[in-house]
Nanobody, 114 residues
Framework: VQLQASGGGLVQPGGSLRLSCASS????????MGWYRQAPGKERELVAT???????DYAEAVKGRFTISRDSAKNTVYLQMNSLKPEDTAVYYC?????????WGQGTQVTVSS
């Protein structure tokens, strides 16, 4: 499974961005897709996850502000990020679990700063 993430950039506090993650495999054959992030000097952490079946899950820090969704026709998963805060600054990685193997995209930088 190859994952191509895009959509990062520089945004002011309170602004919005939408990240995209295009999968080389049909997202309906993937067990789970999600987004993680890694800030400088910190460990990679879960942001949001979407299983093939079941409910989505979000980190407490982003609940109510971020939304994960998918477009099966485009084999793409999105992360809509609203009300961004400086502490959301990080490299964001998309992730897929397929046949018990974890795959990662290349990461996209999100910087929230005035």
């Amino acid at each position: 499974v190859q994952l191509q993430a895009s959509g990062g950039g520089l945004v002011q506090p309170g602004g919005s961005l939408r990240l995209s993650c295009a999968s080389s495999r049909s997202i309906f054959s993937v067990n789970r897709m999600g987004w993680y992030r890694q800030a400088p000097g910190k460990e990679r952490e879960l942001v949001a996850t979407m299983p093939l079946r079941g409910s989505t899950d979000y980190a407490e820090a982003v609940k109510g502000r971020f939304t994960i969704s998918r477009d099966s026709a485009k084999n793409t998963v999105y992360l809509q990020m609203n009300s961004l805060k400086p502490e959301d600054t990080a490299v964001y990685y998309c992730n897929a679990v397929y046949l018990a193997t974890v795959y990662w995209g290349q990461g996209t930088q999100v910087t929230v700063s005035s």
